[in-house]
């Protein structure tokens, strides 16, 4: 047992793709942040931890930049068109980046390679202490602050609590915060595939009978797969042999990148939705999953994220150089006020889409291509969804928007 604890201004559990962006965020404007992660850092670089790749929108890349964390990504392929279809229907929804600017929707990047360079990042900060693998026995908070004491032996005494600890978050459920949400009785199957003919940066989106089936474009001549089945089906999918599996997958791609080759393992995600009830509590923050899930349909999930990310870490800057609480309840709920509706919102929207798109009935099926064909002939209202994509809509913290804190 060390002699002395350790005090800090912020506690967040949970190194992932929200707690390092955040911690990073906070860190470089001064605040002194340790981060717990249960995970070994090496391990969650691995190439066989995690097979997903994330779709950073442009907001979110400029809070990646600002925050010094994208010039330390390794492979980035930008994002230039989307072609939304639904199924063998004539109709279609092209989003051209070339509309709003030089710049593209996104860039897609490895959840690998973008683990890596946030551990990158955090190093070159001061202020900033991961500890990995590292977990907490108990963790207590009051109006004096936020003690946690690790299964090290260390005692952490904080001014506040981030919990970015995924969607089961164990920090959640201790705060007593319930959720809201459900099964879509659907799993995402996901892989990469290596292709004859380059993509040029489109990302394809086929509403297929079953569930999405989505290509989005990687480094190379790669693609990333994620295959959208009931859960029953998806694991027959999961079990086939590769050459079976190949026939099926490429029955739905098709032949438009010419000859296909799996590269690599296969990866299967259950699909679900939950919203917390509240984002936060006494001394307590939750951020990206610990907060609300979402189906994986606009490929929007990280950048919810990340928009939470940008949020707290805006109003507790702003809050200590007022001389403020940071962990106090009236900073915690300009975080709340600010973030929920706005996560609210889209939970509903892709929910929504998800429903639409699985419905097969003849009538709503005319209806939605019809709804397709109407956007893509209808300037402005193209012009709001392809915004959206680029996470560029409603009250944009300074980190999304390209400002420093």
Known sequence: MPEQGIDMDLLVVGGGLNGLPFAIAVADAGMRVL????????HLVDATFDGRVSAIAHASRNLLRSCGVWEHVKAKEPMLDIRITDGP???????????????????MV????????????????????????????????DAAGVTAELAGGERVTARLLVAADGRNSPLRKLAGIKTVGWSYDQMGVVCTIAHEIPHHGVAQERFLKLGPFAILPMTGNRSSLV?????????????????????????????YLGELKVVGPRWSYPLTLHQSERYVD??????????????????????????????????????????????????????QRWRRFDSIVLLAITDGLNRLFTNDIPPIRLARDLGLAAVNKMPKLKGFFMEHARGTVGKMPRLLRGEAL
């Not at 990042?121 to 207590?140: C, D, F, G, Q, S």
Request: hydrophobic share 40%; net charge negative.
């Open 35 to 42: 981060v717990l992660e249960r995970e070994e850092p090496t």
């Open 110 to 141: 490895e959840n690998r390679h973008l683990r890596e360079a946030l551990y990158r990042r955090a190093a070159e900060i001061p202020t900033l202490t991961i500890m990995a693998p590292a977990e907490y026995k108990t963790v207590t908070r």
């Open 227 to 255: 295959w959208t089945e009931p859960t029953d089906r998806a694991k027959v999918i999961m079990a086939l042999p590769d050459a079976e599996f190949h026939r099926e997958m490429a029955k739905r791609f098709g032949d």
């Open 282 to 335: 006494q001394r307590l923050a939750l951020i990206g999953d610990a907060a609300h899930g979402m189906h994986p349909i606009a490929g929007q999930g990280l950048n919810l994220g990340l928009r939470d990310v940008a949020a707290l870490a805006e109003v507790v800057i702003d809050a200590a150089r007022l001389g403020q609480d940071i962990g106090g309840a009236t900073v915690l709920e300009d975080y």
């Open 89 to 107: 229907s004539k109709f279609f929804l092209h989003y051209d980046h070339r509309q709003l600017g030089d710049e593209p929707f996104g860039h």
